[in-house]
């Protein structure tokens, strides 16, 4: 199994090696192959592989199926939804094995194409956990869990930007190591911090709790699919 997973994180430095370097346009075709050759080598050892994967390697998993979920248009929904699920997971998991400032960047752009609904995924198989969570979700006197659901992106992307940023109620301080991440903007970072501020005034420790609910809910959520494939 070790050999199989240091061919699995191989391959995936190698895409993303392509993508940060080469300069291959996102529908050439040797920058498809190269994705092609990670993402079988996953789907031959099984998804539930990944959960077998530590620390910086998460990271790196993580980003190579972040970069293909939202860059490159494989036109099948279970391709495009199935690498956006495992991006998820190795990023999650990343996070929680204090790897934050690399993978929150990309979890939060994740999230972002998601929401723009202008990236290549539409995200089926995340949607439907996401719907489960937003349903359990604790439920206060004075909102409805059905406002937390209807901004559902926006709570979890204040959440995981909290993990690389100060965010205060009048402002917020973005770590340093956040933009070593070129695919991470400034502009999207302070748009959900200004709207999640102005749309809970005075809740910003609220919020916070129920984004860190949300990541860990999805994060079991998914990884009990991961291991009961």
């Known amino acids: 199994m070790n050999a199989e997973l240091n061919e699995v994180i191989a391959l995936a430095e190698s895409f993303n090696d392509d993508f940060l370097y080469s300069k291959i346009a996102n529908n050439d075709s040797?920058?498809?192959?190269?994705?092609?050759?990670?993402?079988?080598?996953?789907?031959n050892l099984g998804r539930d592989s990944l959960t077998n994967i530590y620390k910086?390697?998460?990271?790196?998993?993580?980003?190579?199926?972040?970069?293909?979920?939202?860059?490159?248009?494989y036109k099948d929904e279970d391709i495009n939804s199935?690498?956006?699920?495992?991006?998820?997971?190795?990023?999650a998991k990343a996070i929680k094995e204090e790897y934050q400032y690399v993978s929150a960047p990309h979890l939060f752009c994740l999230l972002q194409y998601d929401k723009s609904n202008w990236g290549n995924w539409d995200g089926r198989l995340l949607k439907e956990k996401k719907d489960r969570i937003s349903i359990m979700m604790p439920i206060r006197k004075d909102i409805h869990s059905d406002i937390y659901a209807l901004h559902f992106i926006e709570i979890f992307q204040f959440y995981i930007i909290s993990l690389v940023c100060k965010i205060e109620d009048d402002g917020y301080a973005i770590a340093p190591a956040v933009f070593c991440d070129n695919e991470l903007k400034h502009e999207d970072i302070e748009r959900?911090?200004?709207?999640?501020?102005r749309q809970y005034p005075n809740m910003k420790d609220k919020i916070l709790e129920i984004g860190?609910?949300?990541?860990?809910?999805l994060y079991i959520?998914?990884?009990?699919?991961?291991?009961?494939?």
């Open 30 to 43: 040797r920058f498809i192959k190269s994705s092609f050759e990670f993402y079988k080598e996953v789907q």
């Open 56 to 73: 910086a390697n998460l990271a790196i998993v993580g980003a190579a199926f972040y970069r293909m979920a939202c860059f490159i248009n």
């Open 82 to 91: 199935i690498c956006a699920e495992n991006a998820f997971y190795c990023l």
């Open 192 to 197: 959900v911090i200004v709207f999640i501020l």
């Open 212 to 217: 860190k609910y949300m990541f860990d809910e």
């Open 221 to 229: 959520e998914i990884q009990s699919t991961l291991k009961n494939l």
